[in-house]
């Protein structure tokens, strides 16, 4: 099964904790949307009767679907719908052991997830003092990595993202079938005609594969070009750290501006890629908006220093090393 399918519905939060002293109190991840529904990892120490009256590190699962934070929220409670929502959910957590994955301690638990049962986990997941010994591989230089793998199904109450599902053959607005790693996908000649020349070409020139029942495209992985179909559908998805290379990639290869465009504004806007990642797309794929947001932000010998001497810098075009030779002596 193609990885697309699920991936909505399941999701992993890696949380580093980076100094295990702040576990006195709870700790939470940053939020991740899972299922379309906004989800975070706690962890914290605890001591009661529920772990043997021995001090313990907890972890628990907490979605915040439906929370209102504003003064008025109270007094809707009960009343608004979006408080009307559950799904079952599956939750494997586990601490990441330093030395060795098969080291890991792992625990699944499984619940039913809703507004008055928010949060599940399991308390004493490990015993503090085997958590805190380092000759155990968990606690390097003061801290540890969680991770909780979460997958959710029978979803009630909560809108899902619209999603065109590729491999349907009986979707009217298909009309040519694209082999790729052995799967066959469905999509409009039409449509992908309007946002790449490449595949304009592809249909109706006197190209080979204009005339063929179904087209082969090699060297393409299935995930990343249903990641590419969706971002160009009405759908539009939206663009991640995750997929932004994959999209410049495919956006480069066959020729579409607007995949381009959209990724130029996601890496200058809203993406937390490191900035010599940044400046090796705006080289590679001609990016120059990207390519000004880059160097601007290069504004001292730190900065400077963080792309010159990362591994990226090698790949880097040589025109593209002068200039930054050039802005780099500035700081001398």
């Keep these: 099964m193609l990885k697309y399918l699920d991936r909505d519905k399941e999701g992993t939060i890696k949380f580093h904790i980076k100094n295990i002293n702040e576990l006195s109190t709870c700790v939470y991840s940053q939020v991740v949307k899972i299922g379309n529904m906004p989800w975070q990892l706690i962890a914290n120490t605890e001591c009661s009767t529920t772990t043997g009256n021995k001090k313990h590190l907890s972890v628990y699962s907490y979605c915040s679907q439906g929370v209102d934070n504003s003064p008025e929220s109270d007094e809707n409670v009960g009343v608004n719908e979006e408080y009307l929502w559950s799904c079952n959910a599956t939750t494997e957590y586990r601490i990441k052991n330093w030395n060795s994955s098969l080291n890991d301690v792992a625990v699944k638990t499984e619940w039913v997830c809703n507004f008055g049962i928010s949060d599940y986990g399991v308390p004493g997941f490990v015993e503090w003092d085997k958590l805190i010994d380092e000759k155990n591989g968990f606690v390097k230089d003061g801290g540890i990595k969680i991770e909780v793998l979460i997958k959710v199904d029978n979803i009630i109450g909560v809108k ?81 750290d995750a997929n932004v290379k994959a999209l410049l990639k495919l956006g480069d290869r066959f020729d579409v501006s607007y995949v381009m465009k959209e990724c130029e504004k996601f890496l200058t806007t809203k993406s937390k890629l490191h900035l010599s990642l940044k400046l090796y797309f705006s080289d590679i794929y001609r990016l120059k908006y990207l390519y000004d947001f880059c160097m601007s932000n290069i504004t001292d010998r730190t900065s400077a220093r963080s792309v010159s001497c990362s591994r990226l810098y090698k790949y880097m075009s040589e025109s593209l090393k002068i200039k930054l030779f050039d802005k780099i002596r500035h700081f001398l």
């Design 160 to 240: 899902q993202r619209e999603v065109h599902d590729f491999l349907q053959s009986e979707n009217l607005t298909s009309d040519v079938k694209l082999n790729i790693e052995g799967v066959i996908i469905y999509v409009n000649k039409d449509y992908l005609s309007l946002y790449s020349p490449v595949f304009k070409k592809m249909f109706y020139s006197s190209f080979v594969e204009s005339s063929m029942e179904v087209i082969t495209l090699k060297d393409v992985d299935i995930d990343e070009f249903i990641q590419f179909l969706e971002v160009i559908y009405p759908c539009h998805n939206e663009i991640t």
